[in-house]
C-alpha cells in the first residue's frame, strides 16, 4: 500500500474511533441519567408510600377517597416507573452497542497502524539489504583492482 494513502487511511480510521469513543461517552452518560432519574423514582414512590402509610397511623384510618387517589396515583406511578426501566434497559442494549462499535473502529486503527509498521520495516530490511549488496559489490571491485 503506497505510505501516503495509508497515511490517509489511518487518519480517517483515528478519526472513526475518535467519533466511537464520544458516541460511547455519550450514550454512557445518558445511562446513568436514565438511571439517576430511575432511582429518584424509586425513591419518590417509597416516600409516597410512606407517607399514606403514616397518615393512617396517624388518623387510625385513611378517608377512602384518599386512598382512591393514593391507588390512581400509586397506578400512574408505577407505569412511570415501568416506562423508566424500559428506558433503562434501551439505554443499556445501546451503550452495548457503542461499546462494540468503538471496540471495532480500535481493532481496525490497531491492525493499519501494525500494517504500516509492517510495510516500513520492510522497507527498511530492503533498504539495508541493497546497501549490504552495495557495499559487498564495491569491496568485491575494490579487491579485484
Known amino acids: ?3 501516503r494513502i495509508a497515511k490517509q487511511i489511518l487518519k480517517l480510521e483515528n478519526g472513526r474511533e475518535n467519533q466511537a469513543i464520544k458516541k460511547f461517552q455519550e450514550t454512557t452518560q445518558r445511562h ?3 438511571l439517576e432519574k430511575q432511582q429518584e423514582f424509586a425513591e419518590y414512590r417509597a416516600e409516597y408510600d410512606r407517607q ?9 384510618h385513611v378517608d377512602v377517597d ?3 387517589n ?3 396515583f400509586k397506578t400512574n406511578l408505577d407505569q412511570v416507573i415501568d416506562q423508566q426501566d424500559n428506558l433503562v434497559d434501551q439505554a443499556e442494549r445501546q451503550v ?9 473502529a480500535h481493532r481496525r486503527r ?3 497502524e ?10 527498511r530490511l530492503l533498504l539495508q539489504k541493497r546497501n549490504q549488496n552495495l557495499a559487498d559489490e564495491l569491496a568485491m571491485q575494490s579487491y579485484k583492482h
Open 1 to 3: 500500500m503506497d505510505p
Open 32 to 34: 446513568q441519567n436514565l
Open 52 to 60: 399514606v402509610r403514616e397518615l393512617g397511623r396517624r388518623n387510625n
Open 66 to 68: 384518599v386512598m382512591n
Open 70 to 72: 393514593y391507588q390512581q
Open 96 to 104: 452495548d452497542n457503542q461499546r462494540l462499535e468503538w471496540s471495532a
Open 110 to 112: 490497531q491492525a493499519l
Open 114 to 123: 501494525q500494517l504500516i509498521e509492517n510495510q516500513n520495516r520492510e522497507k
